[in-house]
């Protein structure tokens, strides 16, 4: 059980470039979050898929960013023309019987 | 909205010391609580769960019991070793097919040998 994979795990970008990152959810896991940590706002949701359905996107910000899920083995949170704010470490968890499992993260910096 | 309160920001404790991190909630329905911990460089790590009122979760020597009269689910464990030194997050979920997770602002621990 490789765990949750995510790529890259380090990305640095210029501001007003696209990110996107990429998550890999252990198999047979059903739901698929996005989390972005930094140390001033802790760790945040942002957004979830339940059998590759949207379910929730309430802590997206509205403007710039979006997440998919094309099939069941993988979603990727795309952020356009980022900004030096956007910098943190964005986690995708995938959850089995309502218990959320982490993947190591990848560290964005926007310069 | 939902939230999590963790009274300590930082913890310094010896090998053998007992542990505890106070962790409070606000939620409009009946939540499943969690603890994770996360290493340096690493995603947050599930310790347990626990679901219901009096309900005792425990892992790798951790435990603790959810108290829904006292909005409370504390961590403790009897013995820390310096292994333990992470950071400690204790997290609300909805109940049934549990949604986003509510996150409190994390513990430092450090275990000093």
């Known amino acids: 059980n490789a765990g949750v994979i995510q790529t890259p795990r380090h990305k640095v970008t210029g501001k007003g470039q696209e990110a996107t990152l990429w998550c890999e959810p252990i198999?047979?896991?059903?739901?698929v979050f996005w989390y972005r940590q930094t140390i001033v706002q802790g760790l945040e949701f942002l957004t979830y898929?339940?059998?590759?359905?949207?379910?929730?996107d309430s802590g997206m910000p509205k403007e710039r960013f979006s997440a998919q899920m094309p099939n069941q083995s993988h979603s990727t949170l795309k952020i356009q023309s980022t900004q030096p704010q956007d910098s943190a470490v964005y986690l995708c968890?995938?959850?089995?019987?309502?218990?959320?499992?982490f993947g190591p993260g990848t560290r964005l910096l926007v310069l | 909205g939902d939230s999590v309160t963790q009274t300590e920001g930082q913890v310094a404790l010896s090998e053998e010391d007992f542990l505890t991190i106070h962790c409070n909630y606000s939620?409009?329905?009946?939540?499943?609580l969690f603890w994770y911990v996360q290493y340096p460089g690493e995603g947050p790590q599930f310790l347990f769960r626990?679901?219901?009122?009096?309900e005792k979760g425990s892992s790798r020597g951790f435990e603790a019991t959810y108290d829904k009269g006292t909005t409370s689910f504390h961590l403790r464990k009897a013995s820390v070793q310096e292994s333990d030194s992470a950071v400690y997050y204790c997290?609300?979920?909805?109940?049934?097919?549990?949604?986003?997770?509510?996150f409190g602002d994390g513990t430092v621990l450090t275990v000093k040998p």
């Open positions: 968890a995938s959850s089995y019987q309502d218990t959320q499992y």
């Open positions: 898929f339940r059998n590759q359905a949207p379910i929730d």
């Open positions: 626990a679901s219901r009122d009096k």
């Open positions: 939620a409009s329905g009946y939540p499943a």
């Open positions: 997290a609300l979920g909805e109940g049934t097919n549990t949604g986003k997770l509510t």
């Open positions: 198999s047979g896991h059903s739901a």
